[in-house]
């Protein structure tokens, strides 16, 4: 959805609100050209000061995501493996990794078995793993598991 918006409005300004605090979902709507992203527990005051700083054309972001931006800036630190993943392969791995089947994963995202196979047999090879448990270690080693996903 923010990429149409991006493709026709490209100068209108967009403040991500998600009901995720994910970090990693935050970087990936900043990527697609996000002017902000928050967490919906924010407070309000901290809602104010981020819609009025990305409609004076800024950027704004968490002060958590920011301290981890700047220690993987600083740190030169190499993309990890579920960065390379599309949208729809992130959010079929996060699905997969919770423990959800492709059968429930398919379900969930209404889409068909075989097209989340499809997703599955190509963020594996991606992510150059093997296994659904490859996909849960790496998860849970770069904290992207959360209560949001599950079954």
Do not use: C, W
Request: charged share 25%.
């Amino acid at each position: 959805m923010l990429k149409d918006i991006r493709r026709l409005r490209p100068a209108l300004p967009v403040l991500m609100i998600s009901s995720y605090n994910d970090e990693q979902l935050a970087v990936r709507a900043l990527r697609a050209g996000a002017s902000g992203y928050l967490p919906r527990q924010t407070k309000s005051k901290e809602i104010v000061a981020a819609v009025r700083k990305v409609i004076a054309g800024g950027r704004y972001v968490t002060s958590s995501l920011a301290e981890r931006l700047a220690l993987e800036i600083q740190s030169g630190a190499a993309s990890v493996p579920h960065e390379r993943l599309s949208d729809r392969e992130f959010q079929v791995f996060k699905l997969l990794a919770a423990g959800l089947t492709v059968k429930r994963v398919a379900e969930r995202l209404h889409l068909s078995a075989q097209t989340v196979s499809t997703h599955r047999a190509r963020l594996l090879d991606k992510m150059k793993m093997e296994t659904n448990a490859d996909l849960v270690r790496h998860a849970a080693q770069h904290h992207l598991l959360d209560e949001g996903y599950g079954p």
